[in-house]
Every structure is written in structure tokens, then in C-alpha cells.
């Protein structure tokens, strides 16, 4: 018996490829965005935990340090006079290779001789006597260097031949002594773009004189002791962190971000669920009679479901599959995207390989599963309610989903009710605000169809007034068909709603960094220094040129900036020192009143101001305290204001040069503003400033600051972009099943028209304005439901996930670029079925019933 | 070449194609009708009415041979121009399913008109008016699906009418319907069809019909035979 049943469902299915193909489709697509995200985002960060896994072997903590480094002393104080062993000195910094496509290479200065717990992976894969001879040769030859095996192929370098590459310092010349081979591609990723040495090439190269990055430490859980002696001898600007927190800090820093990328991924899935959900419907209800007679045979009500289950299953198992390959090229393709943006916003990440891991695919073939099997109960059930005597027609099925239809509208008002109670009593949490945007969207997509049929009752009068019954007809073909058309139109709404929330949001957004960075560029010319602010010359250097700018000609006066880091609440802290004259302090957009002595106190005083990303992630209010880590222990910082600033969402603190230099080492400048005189070309004011300058050193007028700011605004968004056009394609995809199949019922129908006489365009014609007003009616729809969703996006889920206020802009463009998007989608969607239905002999169409 | 019938068929062939097999449904049909003559079409079922219903209005074309209607060799015009002369000459009751599920009853018989028209106030009273004829006068409004099989037929009847064509076709009108309602719309077909001295074709099972046929034609080895 069932041999036959699931006989008769295979044939149903072969016969249907078209409806096949799609819901397939649709389960892929729908896991494929979900786990590219996953994939593309755990790669990321796990290439950056695994980097430093791989180079710092076992090491447990890691002594780390602001801009100004570790003083090599601290390292052998430590290991000679405190007597602490496992200790690793590290010198690490960027260098640009001259020859092939000037990649840039990580220069990883060691010291070849330090105990074996702290070797690094690739150490540990060389045989003892070649490592110990090759890393003397190390030692004891200038500039001599390691590269991996294959990095040295691909570049096509020997043993002892020599390469250069370019430093702060200016071009270098090294010398390939040797290569170390990896086992496993991890390591291979990341030993791609390494360069090893000693620690002596390091600091000459990269211009550290006796200077350290970092210190690696392995400190046995029960040495409690060590760990205080080391807290002990660190100074001011060094902080000793366990490797774990690091990998956790790292993760914790991207939270928001991947969070926000995840429920992107999940929007996906939903609309993916709506065109499963509508495929298995048209499955079933294809199938009433067979059904039917089935019953009649004697197939009870649990085999026809279990039947309709496998059915589901079967196209769950496929299209999760499909979508988990799917879902691995295209993380291939969003892993570069989401690396750069956190290479961008968050920290350094060297090498990005796409990690698939069981855990992973697993994730993937759980949602693809279940989110079919959610979708596909209601018309599993509905399958079971068909009677054997009495067959429903496709009208009379239509009165049960209109009934249906009632009810769904009051658990969608209760939906999104919900969804703006959560929204509004969510608290901090991101994923509770995210919840109830899908809250949101799901009530309105429930709501859809109801809303549906009112707004066709008014269409059909308004069509029905200028066109008669032919234009009656797309309205009353839309409500007759609600079941098919509600969802379609369902699906359609909640990807364009998404799109014009995110695009207001976007926009909003836009506007008000625009605006920030246009007020926080007061000056006329800008000189970025960049280099590492570790070189002793550093400083020095910048002071001289300082001091030349300022006896320009036309040069009316300079403001300064230094960003660097320090350590805060024992957090390493970004911190932005300032030198300001009145022009620059109007440039600071304040988060609420400020005092008139404000700028004398944060002169003179011990105080502090901090970016509003900073007050909202570390609960900081005026008045509060901020500990500081000095050379001469910690200093408190009061909190005098809390100011805009877009530049990063974790924030950062910023002080008066006085202050700094009261407690830290001079740095040097990162950025000098110049303020022309009124009347000074400062085309001929910015190519004086240039030949003062190095390589090093760049000046920018400020529309050019402007221009590049908003280019990295826009580039941070297109991997938002690029997901909110997947979920439109799901859509799309969605809207083009239900059409087909919504067509496909109706044949008999069309068959009927034609034989009264209708030609075949105006069947196209009548089609065509059916699937548009879908699409228009989606995207009315949309407009106050877009706009909800920009409002929590604004107000509760970015605020809380990167703590950014923004002012909500309206742009109307954006709306009608919505409803365009609809229309047109369904438009598009709606040409092959018309032109298939047209096309359909009017004999055969009749031939069918 | 001018005719008096109404209808004229000249050595008509149609044949299927199925899984690679050509399968002959007609082989050189020959057949006049003489215009307001009512003829019944008798057959096994797959003997081919519905497919000679079909090729009468156009809505399938032949392999080969003529079907003169009014004079027009309808076989000789484009897919377009013979839709166009269906909605002006032809209509059409089919046995079940007829009515379009969307529209109204009353807009179901104004979509003919106003195919080939602008629908005036006339018009709606026309409908009006024909409904009464066939006691629907209270389901104007109704949609198809609320209305009995028998009302249906009917509603079809009324549909097949309105534009006043030169020739009905029906396939098989009463299948569907019980002895008494099948007699009331054959009736109906009747006073209306012949009252108003119009051609008609009607495939059907029914005896009854028998007695007031014209011409009683059965299709047998794929020809037109006179019983
Ligand atoms: N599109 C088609 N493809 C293949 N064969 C067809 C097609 N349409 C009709 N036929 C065949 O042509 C023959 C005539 O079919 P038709 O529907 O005209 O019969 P009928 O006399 O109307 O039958 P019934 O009384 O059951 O309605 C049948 O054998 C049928 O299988
Ligand atoms: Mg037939």
C-alpha cells in the first residue's frame, strides 16, 4: 500500500517539475544566505584567533601594550631578575613587498632560543637540527629571513636570494635563508603572508630599537603567583591579558555586527519559508482528488499526512544540500566582504579562509529542515481534512481560507502588538530588538492577504469605472484566489518592507554622519602622519614638522590630534589626545547642554570627554570617574561630556594634550588641521605643506576628508546591501511560484475566456495587470510597514547594538523606489506564466478541469 | 466560393500527435448547415465531438480542409483574427465549469458584449431582461459558484445568446444534469435558440434531444454519418 502511495507521489511530483524545481530553490536559497553568513562571519574571527593560536604556540597570557610598545627591558627584567620562564618576546609590524602586486606581509620578529611550550606550529613541524641551524643562521646574518614553502614558490624566490620590501623606515633589503613547511591549511593560510625572523632584523627593520610588541607567557593555572609578580613589574602602558579573553574580547567586539548580519540571513529564510510554504499548498491542493480518492480506498488521515511529511522531507533534504554547497560559494564571496568591512571598523585581520565546520553544516541542515517542516504543516493538515465523497472546489476552498484569513488577521495584530512591546520594553538586548522587527514583519505578512482584499474592492471599483469587466477582472482574479495571491503578495511585501526600512535607516544614517563629519572638519587642510608611533624619532619628527607648517605663509593656525591607547579600566582604550584652538572645539557635536567653562576644564582640569559609543557600551554618565594607567600607577579622569562620533562603534575617550603629556610619553601627532587666513589659496598653501612632507606623511583638503569618509560609510554597507538583495531574489523567486501555480490551476478558466473570445494578448494583458497589481498592492503595503521597521532599526536596534543616535530623515525617494521595486518584481515574476498561459492552445486549456 | 449554409466543411483532417504516434481524430469531413438548422452530434466518447466542436469555432485548427462560416473561410485567418470572429459569430455552452468563477452572473453575460461593443444602459436591461426570461432575475449579482448546476447551464445559455452570434456550439450541455434539469435547459435551448433562427450544433448523449434535432449526425470512422 504505502509502495503505491509514495509511488503515486513521486509520479505527482516528476509531473511538476516546474513547482519541484522552485520549492527546492527556495529551501536552498534560504539556507544558502544563512550559512554564508554563519561561515563567512566564524571565519573571520576564528582566522583571527588561529592566527595568533599559530604563532604564539601554548602561550596562556600575552603581555600587550599602547602605541608606544614594551621597552625590551621589561622582558629581561622579568626573566632574569624576576626569574620567569616562558616568556616570548614578540616584534611584529606591516611591511609592503616592492616586487609582485606589493601584497602586504606581516613581519613576525622571535627569538629563535626560547623554550619549546613556546614554539609556534610551524616551529614544531621542522625537524630539530634543521630549525636549530637555520634559526643561528637566524641570529647571526643580518637581515636574513624564513618564508613557507609555498609563499616562496608563488613568489618565485630561492634560498639566499635577496628581496626588498618597503617599511616606515623606507626600502629594505632582505635575504630569503630558509623555509618552513606547515602541515595543515590553516596554518597554510596564515603563513601565506608571514615573514619570519629574529628579533633583532625586526626592530631594525620596522625602526623598533629596543622596543617589543608584545610578550607571550605560558603561566600554569596554579601559579598565581607569577601572575601578581608580573602584574607587578608592568608600567604604564602595558597590559598583561589572558589569550582567551583576547579571542573573547575579539568576539565580543563583533557581536553586534555579526548579529545584525544573522538576522539579515534570517529574513532570507523567512520569505524563503513563504514560496516553501505556498509550493507544498499547491502540491496538496493539486492533489485534492487523488487525495480524495485515496481516502475512499481506505488510506487513513495519518498516512496521507505522513505522506505529505515525507513529500516535505524529501525536497528539505534536497534543497538543504543544494543550499549548504550554495551556501558555501557564496560565503566564499562574503567572507572577503565581511572580513573587510571588520578589517575596516573593528581590528586587523590577515588572512581569511573560508572554515566549514560540522557544527555549521549541522546549523544549516537543522533550519533548512525545520523551517520546511514549519511551513508545511498547514497544508499537511489541510491534506488530511480532504473528505473522500465530496471534492472541493477551488471556490469553495476559497470561502475556508477567507474564513481563514479572519482568524490569521487577529494572531497577526497580536503579533505585532507583540513585536512592538518588545521593541519597546527590550532593554539593551540587540536580539530582542531584532525580534520584534520579525515580529513585526510576520504580523503584517499574516495581515497581508486581509488587507489584500480590502484594497482590491477598491481597485476593482476604480479599474471597473474607466475599463469594464475586463478591467474588473485583475482585481476580482487577485481576491478570488486569495490563498495563492495573499501569500505571493505576503512574501513580496515583508523583502520590500525590509528594503525600505533599511534603506530609510541607511539613509538616515548617511545624513547624520554626513553631517557629523562635515562639522568635525572645521579646518581647511588636514596632514595625516601616519607610521608607527613606536620609533623614538617619530616624535620628533612631527614636532619639526609641525613647526614648519606653522610659519607658513597664509597659515593662520593649527589644531593637533594623536590617536592612540591607553589603557582604561584595564582595557586597552582607544584615546584621541587634542590640541585645539576655538575653531576646531565647534567642531565637537555634544550629546546634551554643555557647561561655558567646558573647554577650560578640559584643558585644565583632570577630566575627559568620551564619544557616545563609548558612554553607552561602559554606562558612563557625566561626573563619573575613568581610571587611567600611568607610569606613576592609575589616575582618575573625570567625565565632562559625552560627544558625537561615528568613527567606530566601540568609542573611544579623547583628552587635551596637557593632560596626556602630564602622564605619557610623547608620540608624536597623527593628524595636524591647518586653518588658512582668510583669502589664502590653499591649492598653493596644500603643495607648500607637501614638499615638507615624507612619504609618510599625506595633506588632504577638507572636502577631499569628506569625500573619502563617506566612501568608507558606503563601502561598510555593502554587505548589508548585498544580503537585502538575496532576500529580494528569495522573494522574487517566491512571487514567480505562486504565479505559476496560480496560473496553472486557472487554465480551464483562460480556456473559457479565449472561447468567448478574448485573444491571446488581451490574456497576456489581463495577466500581466493581475501579477502588477499584486505587486503594487505589496508595495503600498510596504510603505507604513518599511517605515515601523526603520523606526526600530533607528531608535532600538542600532542604537543599541553600535550606541549611535541618529535623527530619523524621511526620503520619499526611498519610498517610491520600494513601490517600484514591487511592481516591477512582480512584473517581471508575472511575464513567464502570462506569456506560458497565452501561449496555451485554447483547446488544450479547455481540455482540462 | 459563396455557399447558402450557414456552415460549410470541406475535407477536414485533424489528427493528434501523441508520444511520437500520429493519431487521426477526422479524415476528409464533409458537412453543410443550413443556416437556423439544429443539429445534434452523436458519438462514442474519444470519438472526436468535442474535437469537431472545437475546429467549427476556430478555438483548434485543422491539419487541413476548410470550415466556411458566414461565408469566411476561418481556417485561412490568423489565431488573432479567428478569436476576434469568435467573439462576433460564435457561442459557446460547454458541460460544466462555463461561467467565469470571477465575475457576477450578469457580468459573466455583459463580458461578450462588451468585447465587441461599448455596453450601454440597453445592454444591462437586455440582461436584465434575458434573466428574467430564465427566472434568475434575483441572482444578477450572484457569483457562479452559488448558483445550482442547473442555474449554471442556464446562466451559460443566456452567455451563449447575448452578442446574438450566427451559430451556437454546445458540448454535451446537459452531462452534468439530472433528468428534469437537463430537460428544462434543453427546452431553453430550444424556444431560444430556434426562436431567434439561429444554427445549432450540439454534441450530446441525450436521446431526448433527439426529436427536435434537424439533423441527427453521428461521427463514425472518423466521418460525419447521417442516422
Ligand atoms: N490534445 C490532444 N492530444 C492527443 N489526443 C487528443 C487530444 N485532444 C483529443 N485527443 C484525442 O482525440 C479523440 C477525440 O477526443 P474528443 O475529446 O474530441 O472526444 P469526445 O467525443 O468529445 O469525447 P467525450 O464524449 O468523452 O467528451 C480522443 O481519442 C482523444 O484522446
Ligand atoms: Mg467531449
Known sequence: MSAILKRSSRNFLWQHPWQLALAILGIALGVAVVIAIDLAMESSLKSFNQASQAMSGTATHRIIASDGGLDEKLYTGLRVERGIANLAPIVTGYVKLVQPGEDNFKLIGIDPFIEKSLHAGWQNGQSESFSRDLLTRLLSEPNSVLLSEKTAQQLHLQINDQ??????????????????????????????????????????????????????????????????????????????????????????????????????????????????????????????????????????????????????????????????????????????????????????????????????????????????????????????????????????????????????????????????????????????????????????????????????????????????????????????????????????????????????????????????????LPADLYVSILGDKMTAEKALSDHQLKNEIAKLAGVQMLSSALHTKLIADDQLTKISVFELNEASKQGFIFKHQVADDLWARF??????????????????????????????????????????????????????????????????????????????????????????????????????????????????????????????????????????????????????????????????????????????????????????????????????????????????????????????????????????????????????? | MTTDAAISIQKLNKSYQESGQQHAVFNDLQLDVKRGEFIVLLGRSGSGKSTFLNLLSGIDPPDSGKVIINNIDITGLSEHDRTLFRRHHIGFVFQSYNLIPTLTVAENLLLPLELIKRVSRKDHDHVEELLAKLKLSDRLDSYPDRLSGGEQQRVAIARALIHDPDVILADEPTGNLDLDTAEQVLELLDILVRKAGKTMIMATHSQEVIGKADRVLSIHNKTLQLR
Open chain 1, 163 to 520: 628581496f626588498k620590501v618597503i617599511t616606515d623606515q623606507g626600502a629594505q633589503q632582505l635575504k630569503l635563508i630558509g623555509l618552513f613547511s606547515v602541515n595543515d591549511a590553516v596554518a597554510e593560510q596564515i603563513s601565506a603572508k608571514l615573514i619570519i625572523t629574529d628579533i633583532a632584523t625586526a626592530q631594525e627593520v620596522l625602526g623598533l630599537f629596543g622596543r617589543l610588541s608584545s610578550i607571550d607567557i605560558v603561566i600554569e593555572p596554579d601559579d598565581p603567583g607569577t601572575l601578581a609578580a608580573i602584574q607587578q613589574s608592568l608600567p604604564g602602558s602595558a597590559l598583561l591579558v589572558s589569550i582567551d579573553s583576547q579571542a573573547e574580547s575579539m568576539r565580543e567586539m563583533t557581536r553586534a555586527f555579526a548579529i545584525n548580519l544573522k538576522a539579515l540571513g534570517l529574513l532570507s529564510l523567512l520569505v524563503g519559508m513563504f514560496l516553501i510554504y505556498n509550493t507544498m499548498t499547491f502540491l496538496v491542493m493539486q492533489r485534492r482528488r487523488l487525495i480524495g480518492s485515496l481516502r475512499l480506498l481506505g488510506v487513513t488521515r495519518q498516512q496521507i499526512f505522513k505522506l505529505v511529511i515525507g513529500e516535505a522531507l524529501l525536497l528539505a533534504l534536497i534543497g538543504t544540500v543544494v543550499g549548504i554547497l550554495l551556501g558555501i560559494a557564496l560565503g566564499q564571496g562574503l567572507l572577503y566582504l565581511i572580513s573587510g568591512t571588520i578589517n575596516a571598523i573593528y581590528f586587523r585581520i590577515d588572512a581569511a579562509t573560508l572554515m566549514i565546520t560540522p557544527l555549521q553544516i549541522g546549523k544549516g541542515v537543522l533550519l533548512g529542515i525545520s523551517a520546511t517542516l514549519l511551513a508545511v504543516l498547514p497544508p499537511a493538515y489541510e491534506a488530511t481534512q480532504l473528505s473522500a465523497v465530496k471534492v472541493l472546489a477551488r471556490s469553495q476552498l476559497e470561502l475556508g481560507s477567507r474564513r481563514l484569513i479572519k482568524t490569521v488577521g487577529l494572531i497577526s495584530m497580536l503579533l505585532i502588538i507583540g513585536g512592538l512591546v518588545t521593541a519597546w520594553f527590550s532593554g539593551q538586548s540587540i536580539t530582542l530588538g531584532l525580534a520584534s522587527i520579525f515580529l513585526i514583519l510576520f504580523g503584517f505578512g499574516l495581515l497581508t492577504p486581509a488587507i489584500t482584499l480590502l484594497f482590491t474592492k477598491l481597485f476593482e471599483r476604480v479599474f471597473g469605472l474607466f475599463l469594464g469587466i475586463l478591467g474588473r477582472l485583475p482585481a476580482r482574479m487577485v481576491a478570488a484566489e486569495i490563498s495563492r495571491t495573499g501569500i505571493a503578495i505576503a512574501a513580496l511585501m515583508i523583502a520590500v518592507s525590509a528594503t525600505i526600512g533599511m534603506d530609510l535607516m541607511i539613509g538616515s544614517f548617511r545624513q547624520t554622519v554626513a553631517q557629523w563629519v562635515h562639522a568635525s
Open chain 1, 603 to 849: 584643558d585644565n582640569q583632570q577630566s575627559i570627554i568620551v564619544t557616545e559609543p563609548y558612554a553607552y557600551h561602559h554606562a558612563v554618565k557625566i561626573g563619573q570617574k575613568i581610571r587611567l594607567k600611568t607610569d606613576q600607577g592609575e589616575q582618575a579622569f573625570e567625565v565632562i561630556a559625552i560627544y558625537a562620533d561615528y568613527s567606530g562603534d566601540q568609542g573611544h575617550l579623547a583628552m587635551s594634550r596637557q593632560n596626556y603629556q602630564r602622564y605619557w610619553p610623547d608620540l608624536g601627532y597623527s593628524g595636524i588641521g591647518v586653518y588658512a587666513k582668510a583669502g589664502t589659496d590653499l591649492k598653493q598653501l596644500e603643495s607648500r605643506i607637501n614638499q615638507l612632507m615624507t612619504t609618510q606623511q599625506t595633506v588632504k583638503s577638507n572636502q577631499d576628508i569628506y569625500k573619502a569618509s563617506m566612501e568608507v560609510f558606503e563601502q561598510t554597507f555593502t554587505i548589508t546591501e548585498t544580503l537585502r538583495w538575496l532576500s529580494a531574489a528569495i522573494a522574487f523567486v517566491g512571487v514567480f511560484s505562486a504565479l505559476m501555480a496560480l496560473q496553472f490551476e486557472r487554465t480551464r478558466q483562460l480556456g473559457i475566456l479565449r472561447a468567448i473570445g478574448i485573444t491571446s494578448r488581451q490574456l497576456t494583458v489581463l495577466i500581466i495587470s493581475e501579477t502588477g497589481l499584486m505587486g503594487l498592492i505589496a508595495g503600498l503595503l510596504a510603505i507604513p510597514v518599511g517605515f515601523i521597521v526603520a523606526y526600530v532599526l533607528i531608535f532600538v536596534v542600532y542604537q543599541r547594538s553600535f550606541g549611535w543616535t541618529m535623527a530619523f530623515y524621511f526620503d520619499a525617494g526611498v519610498l517610491y523606489q520600494g513601490v517600484a521595486l514591487a511592481f516591477i518584481a512582480a512584473l517581471l515574476a508575472g511575464i513567464f506564466p502570462a506569456m506560458k498561459m497565452a501561449q496555451t492552445h485554447p483547446a488544450e486549456a479547455l481540455r482540462t478541469e
